[in-house]
């Protein structure tokens, strides 16, 4: 969370990412949601710009927009053992310029409006760009399905300078493409499986955990209720002054960041029953990519953090940022699969699909910290956003019975304020008005003055 200057004129380097990129297990896993959840796993970026957005200048940014990495969809490999490859596409949803001025009290509205808009896995409407009038400037959204990108693979998709108009990058995944890819895998999944078999099976509590993943789940008694309806997420999103944040931090012996992660649980602490766990599962996911040429859709993993349970913690961050600390330091330990990734693209799908690791839906709640925006992707159309705000939304909404996430917070960095969005299930948190009092509550036992983000 460290400062960023405002530059004088926007930073657009990056390069095209090569179109023979291939889909990962989260790509994957992500792209198969709707059917194991119930629901798509959607990324939507906001932005709060002084001046209109004519709708010249939308078609614009859609068109360079769609000339990138954003505009591109999964295609069958040819040769069994390859991965499926990423080809370019056109996205076949036009950008949305709407007339009518949006004000405090529906700008909300428009906002869920354009995550709630289906963009389903295999057709060709592959994102939603989208801005209207608010005040004496504009609202834009940018809605992706998670599948496609991460976040961070959002900035870089904003950053970047893809073919000029009019043309595209070469079609990937031909038949020589994917034999390399599949003789790749064999010889991968072989080395890495021998290494892994070694150190796994002699530990008899991995034994175990692979066994249970293993087992098929049973099949619901016929007296069990159906499974309830979805549950579309409330919002709330708050601007700090990062600088005050970082202060309240370590007045506590933490860290901005260890502070994130604990607001984060005290919201389940004190809204979610949990029984007698002594644990809460929170879910720290960590960016893995290192380069902007990085083509990958999803390059993070979601680090499993156990912190107490039982009453609200304002006192000491120093466990807190300790058992963080440990956690982010063995990133490299954590994986997306329960077996070696290239074993795992290797077996049939009904084994894959029940050796996934535990995820951000296994978890009671989510903390993603993405840093600063980057310089490109903080101007839109030409002007330099006021705010921005991002947050992942599950669509239609979460089903309680299928996954275990209760709240979601992002938090972004934009000049000198850190803008974090809290995302939580209605049945425990109620509507965004009620949301909205409960995370200000929370802030202020932290000294944190908020200031929330859609008021002018």
């Known amino acids: 969370m460290s400062g960023d200057a405002r530059p004088s004129r926007p930073t657009r380097r990056a390069t095209a990412p090569p179109p023979s990129a291939r889909l990962n297990p989260t790509d994957e896993m992500l792209y198969r949601a709707e059917r194991a959840l119930g629901s798509s796993r959607i990324v939507q970026l906001l932005w709060r710009l002084p001046e209109p957005v004519p709708p010249a200048a939308l078609r614009a940014e859609w068109e360079r927009l769609d000339r990138g ?14 991965r499926r490859a990423w080809v370019p596409a056109h996205n076949a949803e036009p950008p949305r310029p709407y007339p009518a001025r949006l004000t405090d009290d529906t700008a909300w509205e428009w906002i869920d409006e354009q995550v709630r808009a289906p963009l389903p896995a295999g057709s060709g409407a592959l994102w939603r760009l989208a801005s209207a009038p608010y005040g004496r400037g504009a609202l834009v959204s940018l809605t992706v399905p998670h599948f496609r990108a991460d ?14 108009p009019g043309r595209r990058g070469p079609l990937a995944g031909a038949a020589d493409g994917d034999l390399a890819d599949a003789v790749r895998q064999v010889a991968r999944a072989a080395a890495a499986t021998a290494g892994w078999a070694a150190r796994t099976l002699p ?6 955990e692979l066994a249970a993943a293993l087992r098929p789940a049973p099949k619901p008694p016929a007296s069990q209720p159906p499974a309830s309806e979805p549950r579309f997420f409330s919002t709330a999103v708050f601007d700090f002054d990062a600088a005050e944040w970082e202060e309240r931090a370590r007045a506590r012996g933490g860290t901005a960041n260890s502070l994130f992660v604990e607001i ?3 919201l389940v602490r004190a809204r979610v029953p949990l029984g007698d766990r002594a644990g ?16 990958r859709a999803n390059a993070l993993v979601v680090v499993p953090l156990s912190v107490p349970a039982g009453p609200v913690r304002r006192t000491d961050l120093g466990p807190t940022r ?5 956690a982010l330091d063995g990133t490299d330990e954590h994986s997306a699969t329960l077996v070696p990734e290239p074993l795992w693209h290797l077996l049939p799908r009904r084994y894959a699909d029940r050796l996934k690791a535990p995820g951000a839906q296994a978890t009671d709640v989510v903390a993603s910290n993405f840093g600063t925006l980057p310089d490109g992707a ?15 939304m599950n669509v239609p909404g979460l089903v309680p019975e299928r996954a275990g996430l209760r709240v979601s ?37 932290w000294g944190l003055r908020g200031r929330e983000w859609w008021t002018e």
């Open 409 to 445: 917070l992002c938090a972004v960095r934009v000049g000198g304020r850190l803008t974090v969005t809290v995302t939580a299930i209605p049945d425990h948190f109620g509507d965004a008005r009620s949301l909205r009092a409960l995370a200000a509550e929370e802030f202020a036992a």
């Open 69 to 82: 990495r954003l505009s591109r969809r999964p295609a069958a490999a040819r040769v069994p053992g390859a």
């Open 378 to 392: 903080r101007r839109f159309a030409g002007q330099w956003a006021d705010g921005a705000a991002l947050r992942t």
């Open 280 to 295: 809460i599962r929170v879910g720290v996911p960590v960016s893995l990519r290192r380069t902007s040429a990085d083509a």
């Open 322 to 326: 300790r058992s963080t600390k440990a």
């Open 264 to 266: 984060a649980a005290n």
């Open 151 to 164: 976040g961070m693979g959002i900035f870089t998709a904003l950053t970047e300078d893809g073919p000029p």
């Open 203 to 208: 530990d008899r509590r991995a034994r175990a």
